[in-house]
């Protein structure tokens, strides 16, 4: 059964933190591994991994995926309020289904 | 304006009775998809349509059905809902194949259902 497993399912930080965040993954056919931050209620998309070892950075955050492992990191810096979010992880499958992690909760306290 | 559109975006319904949540998009894609989103459960798959003459079921498809009346247009019913059809629904659309090799969803603002 394929599954998406992420890391730790809640965390709470002070302004300023640098958090890691993980995800892993047991899938039948691998083609990609995308990132989402759902703050209100409609997940956002982040990044979209394909390649192991080539770090996608956008601003604070950045992610990093090694396939050999079969697993995911997505690192924010200097964390603020606003990241304050829940992040999803979901694997494409060979069956062009997306499925997805059960989320990890970040609360970055002032 | 919104590129994918649900409505309604909160509903409230009793057990029995058949509800019907409505996903729009102005995107052109040719994807669409339903979700469900439980707490502590992540997203789950419930349908999904590759175009307009194809209907997939996905992980947790019982209890529901789906309509593509077009591209632009994926309607969800609940036939007889019941309390753990309580949930937050959502819609998403892709282009792929597009002119990308690979696929990005992008998500409606979601429908808050509860079923008493």
């Known amino acids: 059964e394929d599954k998406v497993v992420q890391s730790p399912l809640s965390l709470v930080v002070h302004e300023g933190d640098t958090v890691t965040l993980n995800c892993s993954y047991e899938?039948?056919?691998?083609?990609?591994l995308l990132w989402y931050k759902q703050e209100k209620k409609a997940p956002t998309f982040l990044f979209m991994l394909?390649?192991?070892?080539i770090e996608k950075k956008s601003g604070r955050l950045s992610s990093i995926l090694d396939k050999k492992e079969l697993f995911s990191i997505l690192n924010i810096t200097a964390t603020q309020t606003g990241d304050s979010a829940v992040y999803l992880c979901?694997?494409?499958?060979?069956?062009?289904?997306?499925?997805f992690g059960q989320g990890t909760r970040l609360t970055i306290n002032p | 304006d919104a590129d994918v559109t649900q409505t309604p975006r909160n509903r409230i319904t009793k057990t029995g009775k058949r509800i019907m949540l409505e996903c729009s998009q102005t995107?052109?894609?040719?994807?669409m998809y339903w979700y469900r989103q439980d707490p502590g459960l992540g997203l789950r798959l419930i349908y999904y349509?590759?175009?307009?003459?194809?209907?997939n079921k996905g992980e947790i498809s019982d209890g529901y059905s789906v309509s593509r009346q077009a591209q632009a247009k994926f309607s969800l019913s609940l036939e007889s809902a019941i309390p753990n059809q309580t949930a937050l629904y959502f819609c998403?659309?892709?282009?792929?194949?597009?002119?990308?090799?690979?696929?990005?969803?992008?998500f409606g603002p979601g429908t808050r259902l509860l079923v008493l």
């Open positions: 998403a659309t892709s282009d792929f194949p597009g002119t990308s090799t690979q696929e990005t969803q992008y």
């Open positions: 899938v039948t056919n691998f083609r990609s």
């Open positions: 394909t390649s192991s070892g």
């Open positions: 979901a694997v494409y499958e060979g069956a062009q289904k997306l499925v």
């Open positions: 995107k052109g894609h040719d994807r």
């Open positions: 349509s590759f175009d307009v003459k194809d209907i």
